[in-house]
């Protein structure tokens, strides 16, 4: 088996999100430039597009979940690191691509230019193509884990970032959302699809790779469906009041766009109700869990309060 340098990664007893976040962070970012081709490698433009998202600065949430829930369950990082990163090439490639012009059309990710305005539109869509091969490539390749894990991890993902059930399913409703009166129903699934499918796979995916059992992965995954909820319930409200300071991306844009959002549909003070209940059904989930899942609870409390 490979090994990784773990320096700065914090395991046991720290139950802190943002510590942990912090400890992740630069484990992350080291294994994503290692897989990532260099700048000057050809096709250097698309290389150059792909590292401008993908080292922007990003909270590596997603990440940063699958290793907090692998090592709840006794995984170390060596087992999770390289899905983890796969995680966040999904999500980088999405970002690129929701930022065009035929989709959310925004000039603004993670506090600086989005990549077609940076680079062009071709290259912002071969950039993402990159990424979304190169995350199931990075999985395939991970002499880390068996052929069957590896496979039941790229199904997993691809569920999640696909459709019917997945991200671009999400995308999709919300695409069609726009300028409509839409329901609660709808919204939600919406919500479930577009963030919520990567966060779930997340956690299951950490979840899988640690060996919990079936009870413990279906508390997982209803903590986790939860929680990505919370944190696109909390995107909604931050669009409406937050700065550009504080998003690293234009706040008021779902508005403007007559997206649908909870504000939108419930109102500021509706809205901060319903958080707290989701925040409240996530941290129940985790009571049936016999582990140390302070931690997980500790990532709910964190993505209630965020203010970016």
């Not at 081709?37 to 990003?58: K, T």
């Not at 508005?255 to 209940?277: F, N």
Request: net charge negative.
């Amino acid at each position: 088996m490979k090994t990784v340098s773990t320096e700065g990664y914090q395991t046991g007893r720290i139950n802190d999100a943002r510590a942990f976040f912090a400890s992740c962070r630069a484990l992350i970012d080291s294994q994503l430039d290692r897989l990532i081709p260099q700048e000057p490698e050809e096709p250097i433009r698309v290389h150059s597009a792909i590292r401008w998202s993908l080292f922007a600065g990003g909270k590596r949430f997603r990440p940063a979940l699958l290793l907090a829930t692998g090592q709840t369950f006794g995984a170390g990082a060596d087992l999770l690191l390289r899905t983890a990163c796969a995680l966040e090439m999904i999500h980088t490639y999405s970002l690129i691509h929701d930022d065009l012009p035929s989709m959310d059309n925004d000039d603004l990710r993670r506090g600086r230019p989005t990549c077609h305005v940076k680079f062009d539109e071709a290259t912002a869509i071969l950039a993402g193509d990159a990424l979304q091969t190169l995350a199931f490539q990075t999985i395939a390749e991970d002499e880390n884990l068996s052929a069957h894990l590896r496979v039941q991890m790229i199904a997993e993902i691809a569920r999640s970032a696909g459709t019917p059930e997945g991200m671009v399913a999400g995308q999709a409703l919300d695409l069609d959302a726009e300028s409509r009166a839409v329901t609660k129903a709808e919204l939600e699934r919406i919500h479930h699809y577009k963030t919520g499918a990567l966060v779930r796979a997340a956690a299951r995916c950490g979840a899988i790779l640690a060996g919990a059992n079936e009870s413990e992965l279906a508390a997982v995954t209803e903590y986790a469906t939860n929680l990505g909820l919370l944190f696109q319930i909390t995107d909604d409200l931050l669009d409406v009041t937050a700065t550009a300071e504080d998003l690293g991306k234009t706040p008021g844009k779902d508005a403007r766009s007559l997206k649908a959002t909870y504000p939108a549909l419930y109102g500021i003070e509706a809205t901060h109700a319903h958080l707290e209940a989701v925040h409240r059904a996530a941290c129940s989930a985790l009571k049936s869990i016999e582990r140390p899942t302070e931690l997980l609870r500790s990532i709910a409390d964190f993505i209630r309060e965020r203010q970016t």
